[in-house]
């Protein structure tokens, strides 16, 4: 448990049992219900679903949800706000049906709703939600089709918010809006001076490509005023960027935002919504710090500090209460989805032994090398790592004049090879290591090769190399004698993870098992929830995983809820335009042609189709 630090990033959901199995738990910190994972993993296969597999808990976000809102709650009661709080789940950040379906299933009590960027985002949205109470906030840029669905939308009872992004868009909306003769609940989306750091700080701040700076915000209002519809004007929205690490950005782009609020309620606008986007973080690395993979509050204290914000500000200004939106979609989904993957192999660079003695006519080389091993000492591991280089090239240069074979140019690179892990042994734990040094015990660590895909299933991983938790599901009551890192099955040099959580810091290997023959090893990336099942892409024509979705009951059982078969190999194919069909006739023509040739029977052809087609409508990873 310590090693892997889950108790730091796990928030409180996950824990190791006594026999060394890791287990999920529906309350957090409390595990005498918790439920073991290799069960489930158990579970998944007795269903006849192969590895890997995107596990969704659906109880963890249910927690989630209800933190977020209750902490909302709390915070209003213990300051005497005198508004309420509403949630909008960012489609975006999990478009999944199944993920969207479950956020209103489970926020259905706190009339939790929606967000939507995009036409396509927002027909979701109307076909998943009913309830009039919750919010339907519409960002991103709008054409006609897109402002009458909102209208439409408002004419059924929904609180569909159409936010302004782009001065252009608000002509469009007042003319629809009278020719449907319906009247528009608006937002405008405000670029705030307050900017965030972290990966997503650019989609805020004075430069940031979306809403409108003050100039343009008052020609809204004037705009408005002039067709009459200055009351239509209800919320104002901003989005500091996502996983926002710093409590104190956050506060100052609450200030900012409350003071826009303030002002446009002079301007007389109907004011009622303040909508402060994203960026609620989640704290990948249980550092509990500023650094980007992590955040330095809890949503406790966020949802307390902007009540306390927005009150600072409005109570000064005589403002009422507005109804406080946020569109965490981060925070309330990345718990829920853990990615288990099975280890298909393991490299070591681990040199042979070597002979008692080299044979007598070694090459002089070589014996300089092996010389310089044997005086290796930890006063002389500076000096012996340059010797021990030296000689290789050395090695290297003598066979490729010829003058040794290949044997023994093998012979030559394990004596390095022995060389070079002696002096990863010697400066282990070291304090200061010249920098040549310090990368050695990486270059000798082990890749254990995952039945996966970085690019499908943890694009941010391979694209921003965000940091997420990743270690074995069990075998956790043994001590893990390798280190490594953790290559994908597609042929990218880039489909690897090799940064891991370490502290404050980030390793380049992680503490594993050894693979034990005929015995599966299995491992699991948390927190992978958000913005990863939608980004994800098929390189190498690696599709979606498996999904399987389970419930932690009361009394310690769990029931599989939910089960998505992934892609198969034809589903790929055609998302790329292949007539899978087309493949197929063309490929039965090519044996046919082979019959002929006398290159096989007719027996075999059929055997051989059998082959294409059920690779066809195989699963696109490595099966069992
Ligand atoms: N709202 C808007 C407008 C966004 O662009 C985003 C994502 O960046 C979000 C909400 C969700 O942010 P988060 O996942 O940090 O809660």
Redesign the pocket.
Known sequence: ERLYRVREWGAGFFGVSENGDLQVTARPDDFSEAVSIPEIIAGIQARGLDMPVLLRIENLLDTQITLLNESFLQAMKKLAYRGSYLGAY?I??NQQQQVVEAVTRHGRRYHHGL?A?SKAELIAALGMHNDPEAVLVC?GYKDEEFVDLALHAVQLGFQCVLVVEMPNELPLIIERSKALGVKPILGVRAKLSSQATGQ?AE?GGDRSIFGLNATQIIEVIDRLGEANMLDCLQLLHY?L???IPNIREIRAGVAEASRIYAGLTAEGAGMRYLDL?????VDYDGTRTSLSSSRNYSVHEYCADVIEGVMTVLDEQGVDHPTIIT?????LVAYYSVLLLNVVDAARFEPEPLPEALPEDTNIHIRHLHETMLALTRDNVQESFNDALYYRDEVRQAFNQGIISFRERALGENVFWLTVRTIAALTRNLPSLPLELEGLARTLSDIYYCNFSVFQSLPDAWAIHQLFPVMPVHRLDEEPAREGSLADITCDCDGKIDRFIEGAGVNRTMALHALKPLEEYYLGVFLVG?YQETLGDLHNLFGDTNVVTVRILENGKYDFVGELEGDTVEDVLSYVEYDTKALLTRFRETAEASVRKGLITPAQRREILQAYRNGLHGYTYLER
Do not use: D
């Not at 986007?277 to 973080?281: P, T």
């Not at 569109?327 to 925070?331: F, H, N, V």
């Open positions: 960012p975006k950040v967000e960027g960002n997503w989609s989005h960027g996502s996983q986007g994203g960026g609620l973080a569109e965490s979609g981060r925070a958000a």
